[in-house]
């Protein structure tokens, strides 16, 4: 079935924290560190849907036109956080051509969160150097950074992202789960993104759909991205997003269309499509940082990375994320960055982002902040202000790690982040009588960023020793004839995630029984990797 994108009905802000992963004491890679997300219709001060993780209420405060909170309570939640720990990523809803809307986290107890929300038109009669305060449709994400500076990189409601090119190319996109990311240029400043899967969207609806775009810049500029309409079937997500010069000509009551290059993230509300555990790991860092440069809080998933942040002129700041090698044959097109103003105030400011690789160690987000609603000027001037901004890679690795070990506790395996062809170093000695079984067991686990797919395979056995394989995790199975034909597949294989199987060798003849090494192949079915773990049986007379 088709639906249009008009967003008329509102879904209370329910909460899913079996759904999304909570705070944990030990950070790994794939933890989520979104606690909400949501549409919001501006005029009646309500969602159109919305979900958090901590186990509380969503509500929205009205203070006046353009002016929103939006209040997560949940007993003992914030316990400890500090309002710069939070991550507000904003785009705009609609189709109107000049105005805007961003936020900050302004307010945090034990128990509750703010965040205060600001809609503009930004080409506004009534004060042509500022901006109108106007009630403006928009979607929102809300992050939490750890008292640690680090983030989880992880999500289980991230369906695709990407930045695409002003004349409707994708330079680059991603999606999770195998999902297929294209764009299209269909006129002047008007793009569709499309996200295709056959059958993954059927029951889906527009309001299960939070869009984070923004313009990308590396001048001062005044184009500004909008979330116009979502057209969904079973089989696709269908997103046009529009972009406008917002003081073309000088400063006007209208914006008009322009070409723009933009980076975009996609994301479900979680429902009957998405599972509880983190389909994709994604996220590398996030920052605020305030108007004079200054880093009020940063966070990176980068094992042993930091960010910085520098003013370099007016309106003109530079975040680094540096972690030793971590860009190493990385490309700057890879990566996608979303930025908001982080202002509780009525502004005329907008933002653009831009990524650049300045070695194999440090990436920088370059930011320009501009003063769109100037009297006499057609593109507006440098403005310094507070900002957020978050990272991500749209060409994540794609990584099989074998283990293997005499016990069932993955922890107490052999082989763990260790990846060969040979077994080399990943191996353990199983002693066999001539007659009998003997159990050991392996895994594959999931290294990469994404939701993977891994086949199994028995290498070596011969004609000497015979094996029953089991599959136990997501209950036992024999899965002996596929592994040895290779076609036993752990399917659908979270980041972190690992699927453990038991084997059970025996010698096929007693007479003939002698010393074998038997090797376990994985290899990843979306990209290829490969991983091995080896049994080397010995005759135990």
């Known amino acids: 079935m088709k639906m249009s994108h008009i967003l008329n009905r509102v879904i209370g802000g329910a909460c899913l924290s079996v759904l999304f992963s909570c705070t944990a004491a030990t950070l790994r890679a794939a933890d989520d560190s979104i606690i909400a997300m949501g549409t919001v219709d501006a005029s009646a001060a309500s969602f159109f849907n919305s979900a958090n993780s901590v186990g509380g209420a969503l509500s929205i405060t009205d203070n006046g036109t353009g002016d929103l909170d939006i209040v997560i309570d949940a007993v003992g939640a914030f316990a400890g956080a500090m309002e710069e720990d939070f991550l507000i990523e904003i785009t705009r809803l609609g189709s109107d051509s000049?105005?805007?809307?961003?936020?900050?986290?302004?307010?945090?107890?034990?128990?509750?969160?703010?965040?205060?929300?600001?809609?503009?038109?930004?080409?506004?009669?009534?004060d042509q150097d500022n901006s109108n305060a106007s009630d403006t449709d928009f979607g929102f994400v809300i992050r939490q950074m750890n008292a640690n500076s680090t983030i989880g990189a992880g999500s289980g409601s991230l369906m695709g992202l990407g930045r695409v090119n002003s004349n409707g190319t994708l330079a680059f996109g991603f999606g999770v789960n195998s999902i297929a990311v294209t764009s299209v240029q269909n006129n002047t400043g008007d793009y569709t993104v499309t996200l295709e899967?056959?059958?993954?969207f059927a029951g889906a609806a527009v309001e299960d759909f939070v869009v984070m775009a923004t313009v990308r810049g590396a001048s001062t500029d005044d184009d500004i991205p909008t979330l116009n309409d979502v057209v969904i079937t079973d089989d696709s997500v269908e997103l046009n997003i529009l972009v406008f010069d917002t003081q073309i000509g000088g400063a006007e009551t209208a914006g008009e269309a322009d070409d723009d290059d933009f980076f975009f993230t996609v994301y479900q509300i979680p429902g009957s499509t998405v599972g509880g555990t983190p389909e994709s790991a994604l996220l590398i860092a996030g920052a605020n940082v305030t108007s004079a440069g200054t880093l009020a809080k940063g966070a990176t998933s980068l094992s042993g990375g930091v960010v910085t942040s520098t003013d370099t002129a007016i309106g003109v700041?530079?975040?680094?994320?540096?972690?030793?090698?971590?860009?190493?044959?990385?490309?700057?097109?890879?990566?996608?960055?979303?930025?908001?103003?982080?202002?509780?105030?009525?502004?005329?400011?907008?933002?653009?982002?831009?990524?650049?690789?300045v070695n194999d160690s440090t990436l920088r987000i370059g930011i320009r902040i501009t003063d769109v609603e100037v009297m006499g000027d057609s593109v507006g001037d440098p403005a310094d202000d507070s900002f957020t901004v978050v990272l991500y890679?749209?060409?994540?690795?794609?990584?099989?790690?074998?283990?293997?070990?005499?016990?069932?506790?993955?922890?107490?395996?052999?082989?763990?982040?260790?990846?060969?062809?040979?077994?080399?170093?990943?191996?353990?000695?199983?002693?066999?009588?001539?007659?009998?079984?003997?159990?050991?067991?392996?895994?594959?686990?999931?290294?990469?960023a994404s939701l993977d797919n891994f086949g199994i395979k028995e290498k070596g056995a011969g004609s000497i020793v015979k094996s029953k394989y089991f599959r136990l995790t997501g209950g036992r199975a024999n899965v002996t004839a596929k592994v040895k034909r290779g076609r036993e597949v752990a399917t659908g294989v979270s980041p972190d995630q690992a699927v453990i199987f038991q084997a059970q060798p025996k010698y096929r003849n007693a007479d003939s029984a002698r010393n074998r090494k038997i090797k376990l192949r994985g290899t990843s079915l979306l990209s290829g990797s490969t991983d091995t773990v080896k049994a080397k049986v010995v005759l135990d007379d």
């Open 98 to 126: 000049d105005n805007f809307a961003y936020g900050v986290a302004t307010n945090v107890t034990a128990d509750q969160l703010v965040v205060t929300t600001r809609g503009v038109d930004l080409e506004g009669n009534g």
């Open 197 to 200: 899967k056959s059958g993954f």
């Open 317 to 357: 700041y530079e975040v680094d994320v540096v972690a030793a090698n971590a860009f190493a044959g990385k490309t700057a097109s890879q990566y996608v960055a979303l930025a908001t103003i982080a202002d509780p105030n009525v502004e005329d400011h907008i933002i653009q982002p831009t990524v650049s690789l």
């Open 393 to 448: 890679d749209a060409d994540p690795d794609f990584l099989t790690d074998m283990q293997i070990g005499q016990k069932r506790n993955l922890t107490k395996m052999k082989g763990n982040n260790r990846y060969n062809s040979s077994g080399g170093g990943q191996g353990i000695k199983v002693e066999l009588p001539p007659t009998g079984r003997k159990r050991y067991f392996f895994a594959v686990q999931n290294d990469g």
